[in-house]
Protein backbone atom coordinates (compact mmCIF):
# COMPACT_ATOMS: atom_id res chain seq x y z
CA UNK A 1 0.00 0.00 0.00
CA UNK A 2 1.42 3.55 -1.21
CA UNK A 3 -0.69 5.58 1.12
CA UNK A 4 1.36 9.02 0.14
CA UNK A 5 0.74 8.36 -3.13
CA UNK A 6 -3.27 10.08 -1.96
CA UNK A 7 -0.40 12.79 -0.87
CA UNK A 8 0.17 14.31 -4.63
CA UNK A 9 -1.74 17.07 -6.72
CA UNK A 10 -3.20 14.04 -8.54
CA UNK A 11 -4.17 12.18 -5.10
CA UNK A 12 -5.74 15.00 -3.88
CA UNK A 13 -8.13 15.30 -6.83
CA UNK A 14 -8.70 11.32 -7.07
CA UNK A 15 -9.73 11.38 -3.38
CA UNK A 16 -11.93 14.42 -3.25
CA UNK A 17 -13.86 12.74 -6.39
CA UNK A 18 -13.62 9.54 -4.57
CA UNK A 19 -15.00 10.90 -1.39
CA UNK A 20 -17.81 12.97 -3.20
CA UNK A 21 -18.71 10.21 -5.41
CA UNK A 22 -19.20 7.63 -2.22
CA UNK A 23 -20.87 10.28 -0.81
CA UNK A 24 -23.53 11.02 -3.10
CA UNK A 25 -24.17 7.57 -3.80
CA UNK A 26 -24.52 6.66 0.08
CA UNK A 27 -27.24 9.39 -0.22
CA UNK A 28 -28.93 8.33 -3.20
CA UNK A 29 -29.20 4.48 -1.32
CA UNK A 30 -30.84 6.36 1.84
CA UNK A 31 -32.42 9.53 1.23
CA UNK A 32 -36.36 9.00 1.17
CA UNK A 33 -37.47 11.50 -1.09
CA UNK A 34 -37.19 10.85 -5.12
CA UNK A 35 -36.19 14.12 -6.16
CA UNK A 36 -33.33 14.24 -3.61
CA UNK A 37 -31.67 10.86 -4.47
CA UNK A 38 -31.72 12.43 -8.37
CA UNK A 39 -30.20 15.52 -7.37
CA UNK A 40 -27.87 13.40 -5.49
CA UNK A 41 -27.28 11.05 -8.60
CA UNK A 42 -26.26 13.84 -10.41
CA UNK A 43 -23.18 14.81 -8.20
CA UNK A 44 -22.13 11.50 -7.75
CA UNK A 45 -21.99 11.46 -11.81
CA UNK A 46 -19.93 14.37 -12.59
CA UNK A 47 -18.00 13.15 -9.30
CA UNK A 48 -17.08 10.33 -11.69
CA UNK A 49 -16.70 12.69 -14.58
CA UNK A 50 -13.97 14.34 -12.49
CA UNK A 51 -12.44 10.26 -12.00
CA UNK A 52 -12.31 10.31 -15.75
CA UNK A 53 -10.96 13.25 -16.07
CA UNK A 54 -8.25 11.91 -13.59
CA UNK A 55 -7.73 9.01 -15.75
CA UNK A 56 -7.44 10.84 -19.25
CA UNK A 57 -10.66 9.67 -20.56
CA UNK A 58 -11.44 13.67 -21.41
CA UNK A 59 -14.28 12.76 -24.25
CA UNK A 60 -15.81 10.32 -21.94
CA UNK A 61 -15.92 13.11 -19.38
CA UNK A 62 -17.63 15.00 -21.53
CA UNK A 63 -20.14 12.34 -22.69
CA UNK A 64 -20.63 11.79 -19.09
CA UNK A 65 -22.13 15.05 -18.06
CA UNK A 66 -23.96 15.81 -21.54
CA UNK A 67 -25.85 12.35 -21.30
CA UNK A 68 -25.86 11.39 -17.92
CA UNK A 69 -25.91 14.25 -15.95
CA UNK A 70 -27.93 16.40 -18.72
CA UNK A 71 -30.30 14.24 -20.30
CA UNK A 72 -30.92 11.03 -18.65
CA UNK A 73 -31.17 12.84 -15.24
CA UNK A 74 -34.08 15.71 -17.13
CA UNK A 75 -35.46 12.02 -18.04
CA UNK A 76 -35.26 10.82 -14.37
CA UNK A 77 -36.89 14.16 -12.89
CA UNK A 78 -39.46 14.53 -15.67
CA UNK A 79 -40.67 10.74 -14.51
CA UNK A 80 -40.83 11.74 -10.96
CA UNK A 81 -42.47 15.10 -11.43
CA UNK A 82 -44.74 13.46 -13.84
CA UNK A 83 -45.98 10.80 -11.46
CA UNK A 84 -45.67 13.25 -8.61
CA UNK A 85 -44.04 11.14 -6.61
CA UNK A 86 -41.62 14.08 -5.40
CA UNK A 87 -43.87 14.04 -1.78
CA UNK A 88 -42.17 10.85 -0.77
CA UNK A 89 -45.95 10.28 -0.69
CA UNK A 90 -45.38 6.59 -1.71
CA UNK A 91 -44.39 4.33 1.38
CA UNK A 92 -40.48 4.20 0.81
CA UNK A 93 -39.68 3.18 4.53
CA UNK A 94 -37.52 0.10 4.90
CA UNK A 95 -38.25 -2.92 5.94
CA UNK A 96 -35.98 -4.13 8.97
CA UNK A 97 -34.50 -7.44 8.06
CA UNK A 98 -34.57 -7.21 4.37
CA UNK A 99 -32.48 -3.61 4.84
CA UNK A 100 -30.28 -5.65 7.35
CA UNK A 101 -29.72 -8.47 4.98
CA UNK A 102 -29.26 -6.40 1.66
CA UNK A 103 -27.11 -4.04 3.35
CA UNK A 104 -24.79 -6.97 4.90
CA UNK A 105 -24.62 -8.40 1.74
CA UNK A 106 -23.76 -5.53 -0.62
CA UNK A 107 -21.13 -4.85 2.17
CA UNK A 108 -19.72 -8.73 2.04
CA UNK A 109 -19.47 -8.20 -1.81
CA UNK A 110 -17.83 -4.99 -1.91
CA UNK A 111 -15.22 -5.79 0.96
CA UNK A 112 -14.83 -8.86 -0.43
CA UNK A 113 -14.15 -7.87 -4.47
CA UNK A 114 -12.08 -4.68 -2.80
CA UNK A 115 -9.56 -7.35 -0.56
CA UNK A 116 -8.90 -9.36 -3.90
CA UNK A 117 -8.10 -5.67 -5.72
CA UNK A 118 -6.15 -5.31 -2.68
CA UNK A 119 -4.29 -8.23 -1.69
CA UNK A 120 -4.66 -9.85 -5.15
CA UNK A 121 -0.86 -8.59 -6.76
CA UNK A 122 0.95 -5.51 -5.43
CA UNK A 123 -0.18 -2.21 -6.60
CA UNK A 124 -0.41 -1.58 -10.03
CA UNK A 125 1.18 1.16 -11.33
CA UNK A 126 1.04 3.45 -14.56
CA UNK A 127 3.44 2.42 -16.96
CA UNK A 128 6.34 4.82 -17.52
CA UNK A 129 5.19 5.40 -21.42
CA UNK A 130 1.65 5.30 -20.93
CA UNK A 131 2.67 9.13 -19.11
CA UNK A 132 3.80 10.27 -22.24
CA UNK A 133 2.33 8.73 -25.09
CA UNK A 134 -1.34 7.97 -23.40
CA UNK A 135 -2.21 11.75 -23.11
CA UNK A 136 -4.12 11.54 -26.59
CA UNK A 137 -5.76 8.35 -26.06
CA UNK A 138 -8.88 9.52 -24.27
CA UNK A 139 -9.25 12.43 -26.51
CA UNK A 140 -11.56 12.76 -29.49
CA UNK A 141 -9.10 11.83 -31.96
CA UNK A 142 -7.86 8.90 -30.24
CA UNK A 143 -11.15 7.46 -29.47
CA UNK A 144 -12.39 8.01 -33.35
CA UNK A 145 -9.62 6.64 -34.66
CA UNK A 146 -10.02 3.63 -32.33
CA UNK A 147 -13.88 3.38 -32.47
CA UNK A 148 -13.98 3.87 -36.43
CA UNK A 149 -11.42 1.91 -37.27
CA UNK A 150 -12.37 -1.11 -39.52
CA UNK A 151 -9.44 -3.56 -38.46
CA UNK A 152 -11.20 -2.79 -34.50
CA UNK A 153 -14.24 -5.16 -33.74
CA UNK A 154 -15.92 -1.41 -32.10
CA UNK A 155 -16.92 -0.29 -36.04
CA UNK A 156 -19.58 -3.37 -36.31
CA UNK A 157 -21.18 -3.10 -32.70
CA UNK A 158 -21.08 0.95 -33.13
CA UNK A 159 -23.61 0.35 -36.18
CA UNK A 160 -25.72 -1.65 -34.41
CA UNK A 161 -25.66 0.30 -31.10
CA UNK A 162 -27.70 3.47 -33.51
CA UNK A 163 -30.48 0.35 -34.41
CA UNK A 164 -30.40 -0.38 -30.57
CA UNK A 165 -30.93 3.43 -29.98
CA UNK A 166 -33.95 3.36 -33.03
CA UNK A 167 -35.91 0.19 -31.22
CA UNK A 168 -35.52 2.28 -27.64
CA UNK A 169 -36.74 5.26 -28.74
CA UNK A 170 -39.91 3.18 -30.71
CA UNK A 171 -40.30 1.16 -27.81
CA UNK A 172 -40.39 4.02 -25.17
CA UNK A 173 -43.01 5.56 -27.93
CA UNK A 174 -45.28 2.63 -27.95
CA UNK A 175 -45.02 2.02 -24.89
CA UNK A 176 -45.35 6.00 -23.28
CA UNK A 177 -47.41 7.40 -25.40
CA UNK A 178 -51.38 8.14 -25.68
CA UNK A 179 -53.74 5.58 -26.15
CA UNK A 180 -56.46 5.86 -28.82
CA UNK A 181 -58.85 3.56 -26.83
CA UNK A 182 -57.59 3.33 -22.83
CA UNK A 183 -58.05 -0.26 -21.95
CA UNK A 184 -59.98 -2.02 -19.68
CA UNK A 185 -57.55 -4.73 -18.31
CA UNK A 186 -57.22 -3.04 -15.21
CA UNK A 187 -55.76 -6.25 -13.57
CA UNK B 1 3.75 9.87 -8.25
CA UNK B 2 0.53 8.24 -9.58
CA UNK B 3 -2.56 7.04 -8.46
CA UNK B 4 -2.30 2.67 -8.12
CA UNK B 5 -4.79 1.06 -9.97
CA UNK B 6 -6.44 -0.79 -6.88
CA UNK B 7 -7.37 2.26 -5.48
CA UNK B 8 -9.60 3.01 -8.02
CA UNK B 9 -11.24 -1.02 -8.44
CA UNK B 10 -12.07 -0.61 -4.92
CA UNK B 11 -13.82 3.14 -5.31
CA UNK B 12 -15.24 1.17 -8.01
CA UNK B 13 -16.27 -1.91 -5.83
CA UNK B 14 -17.70 0.38 -3.03
CA UNK B 15 -19.80 2.18 -5.43
CA UNK B 16 -21.23 -0.80 -6.83
CA UNK B 17 -21.71 -1.87 -3.68
CA UNK B 18 -23.59 0.93 -3.08
CA UNK B 19 -25.66 0.54 -5.98
CA UNK B 20 -26.47 -3.40 -4.81
CA UNK B 21 -27.78 -1.99 -1.70
CA UNK B 22 -30.19 0.66 -3.42
CA UNK B 23 -31.80 -2.06 -5.93
CA UNK B 24 -32.26 -4.84 -2.44
CA UNK B 25 -33.79 -2.14 -0.51
CA UNK B 26 -35.34 0.49 -2.13
CA UNK B 27 -39.08 -0.13 -3.32
CA UNK B 28 -39.88 3.14 -5.44
CA UNK B 29 -39.22 1.51 -9.10
CA UNK B 30 -36.94 5.04 -10.06
CA UNK B 31 -35.01 4.63 -7.25
CA UNK B 32 -34.30 0.80 -8.25
CA UNK B 33 -33.67 2.24 -11.58
CA UNK B 34 -31.19 5.03 -10.12
CA UNK B 35 -28.89 2.38 -8.14
CA UNK B 36 -28.83 0.44 -11.22
CA UNK B 37 -27.25 3.34 -12.82
CA UNK B 38 -25.03 4.00 -9.93
CA UNK B 39 -24.15 0.22 -10.38
CA UNK B 40 -22.89 1.15 -14.35
CA UNK B 41 -20.94 4.12 -13.69
CA UNK B 42 -19.15 1.92 -11.38
CA UNK B 43 -18.37 -0.76 -14.05
CA UNK B 44 -17.69 1.95 -16.47
CA UNK B 45 -14.81 3.74 -14.01
CA UNK B 46 -13.20 0.59 -13.33
CA UNK B 47 -13.26 -0.32 -17.22
CA UNK B 48 -11.74 3.42 -17.91
CA UNK B 49 -9.04 2.53 -14.95
CA UNK B 50 -8.26 -1.17 -16.63
CA UNK B 51 -8.03 0.61 -20.29
CA UNK B 52 -5.47 2.85 -18.67
CA UNK B 53 -3.39 1.20 -16.58
CA UNK B 54 -3.35 -1.80 -19.18
CA UNK B 55 -2.47 1.09 -22.31
CA UNK B 56 -5.55 -0.19 -24.09
CA UNK B 57 -8.37 1.18 -26.04
CA UNK B 58 -10.88 -0.88 -25.50
CA UNK B 59 -11.88 0.03 -21.99
CA UNK B 60 -12.96 3.27 -23.38
CA UNK B 61 -14.75 1.80 -26.01
CA UNK B 62 -16.84 -0.50 -23.93
CA UNK B 63 -17.85 2.27 -21.51
CA UNK B 64 -19.33 4.28 -24.73
CA UNK B 65 -21.31 1.36 -25.41
CA UNK B 66 -22.32 0.74 -21.49
CA UNK B 67 -23.64 4.58 -21.96
CA UNK B 68 -25.65 3.91 -24.84
CA UNK B 69 -26.77 0.44 -23.80
CA UNK B 70 -27.67 2.11 -20.34
CA UNK B 71 -29.56 5.29 -22.17
CA UNK B 72 -31.61 2.61 -23.91
CA UNK B 73 -32.48 0.50 -20.84
CA UNK B 74 -33.61 3.69 -19.31
CA UNK B 75 -35.93 5.06 -21.53
CA UNK B 76 -38.13 2.24 -22.05
CA UNK B 77 -38.05 1.32 -18.52
CA UNK B 78 -39.24 4.50 -17.61
CA UNK B 79 -41.43 3.72 -20.47
CA UNK B 80 -43.17 0.90 -19.03
CA UNK B 81 -42.75 3.07 -15.55
CA UNK B 82 -45.15 5.49 -16.68
CA UNK B 83 -47.51 2.75 -18.54
CA UNK B 84 -47.84 1.10 -14.99
CA UNK B 85 -49.08 4.03 -13.63
CA UNK B 86 -51.87 4.90 -16.42
CA UNK B 87 -53.39 1.61 -15.29
CA UNK B 88 -52.69 1.24 -11.21
CA UNK B 89 -52.27 4.49 -9.11
CA UNK B 90 -49.26 2.94 -7.41
CA UNK B 91 -45.89 2.11 -8.67
CA UNK B 92 -44.30 0.18 -5.29
CA UNK B 93 -42.63 -2.54 -6.68
CA UNK B 94 -44.16 -4.86 -3.95
CA UNK B 95 -47.80 -3.81 -4.71
CA UNK B 96 -46.70 -5.00 -8.65
CA UNK B 97 -46.91 -8.65 -8.52
CA UNK B 98 -49.31 -9.07 -11.72
CA UNK B 99 -46.60 -11.81 -12.70
CA UNK B 100 -46.70 -13.61 -9.03
CA UNK B 101 -43.13 -13.46 -9.00
Do not use: C, H
Not at chain 1, 43 to 50: E, K, Q, R
Not at chain 1, 63 to 76: K, S, T
Amino acid sequence: MTLQALLSGQGLMFLFFAVAAIASGLLVVILQNPLRAALSLVINLFSVAGLYLSLNAYFLATVQVIVYAGAIMVLFLFVIMLLNMGQANLNTSYRGVRTIIAFSSAIGFGGLMSAVALKGQPDVMLPADAMVTGSSAGSVEGIGKVLYNPNLPWLFAFEWTSFLLLVAVIGAVVLAGKRQQPSEDKA
Amino acid sequence: MSIPLNYYIVLSMILFSLGIAGVTTRRNPILIFMSIELMLNAVNLSLIAFGRYLGDAGGQMLTIFVMAVAAAEVSVGLGILIAIFRTKDNVDVDVLNGLKG
